[in-house]
């Protein structure tokens, strides 16, 4: 696991932002012992707090943060593995694995959740079925919020050194359009992005 560190490339960019915008959240996550808890996780379940997909703030949180990382991913995925301790502090991107790799997550709070990263679908949340509604938009809403806070000086480092090679936004503008497709239909979606431990 996590050979494709060694595609990690450091270059002068900037240091991570310092705004108080997700910033406090994203300090505060940690990587999760192993093993990774039992059970079903996905990007999104329906459930009786969210019986559409395409209408609930889940929906919302999942597309404000694809949006915040759109062309950024390697830089992104640098930061997340900085803040676990993978990888040191002068790398500032991570070309993602063709193949899913996966990282287990707790927050401040200790609320845990998968990462999951390739160059198909970028990089991606995972709930524990038993994870609150609430709690799953906290936290994409609190990595949205400190990624958009620190895209000014990573765009620009992306300036000097070349786009990333990452396929996440058109995966999830396949997804959110057939998701948006089949509810329109009254073909409701029961789960986004599943994976059974």
């Known amino acids: 696991m996590f050979e494709w560190f060694k595609k990690a490339k450091q270059s002068a960019g900037s240091s991570a932002p310092q705004a108080d915008d997700g910033h406090a959240f994203f300090n505060a996550l940690r990587h999760a012992p192993d093993p990774i808890p039992a059970g079903e996780y996905a990007m999104w379940f329906q459930s009786l707090d969210e019986e559409s997909f395409s209408t609930s703030a889940s929906f919302r949180a999942i597309d404000g943060l694809f949006q915040a990382t759109a062309g950024i ?68 809403d609190g990595l949205a919020a400190y990624v958009r806070t620190g895209r000014p000086p990573i765009e620009e480092m992306y300036r000097r050194e070349g786009a990333g090679k990452c396929a996440g936004a058109q995966w999830w503008a396949a997804t959110r359009h057939v998701a948006i497709e089949l509810e329109a239909n009254a073909d409701p979606v029961k789960l986004i992005g599943k994976l059974v431990f």
């Open 73 to 140: 991913e390697e830089a992104v995925l640098a930061l997340i593995l900085r803040q676990l301790g993978k990888v040191g502090p002068g790398i500032k991107r991570v070309s993602l694995p063709d193949d899913t790799d996966l990282m287990s997550v707790l927050t401040g709070d200790k609320q845990h959740y998968l990462v999951s990263v390739n160059q198909e679908k970028g990089i991606r949340l995972h709930f524990h079925h038993a994870t609150p509604v609430p709690h799953r938009i906290a936290i994409l």
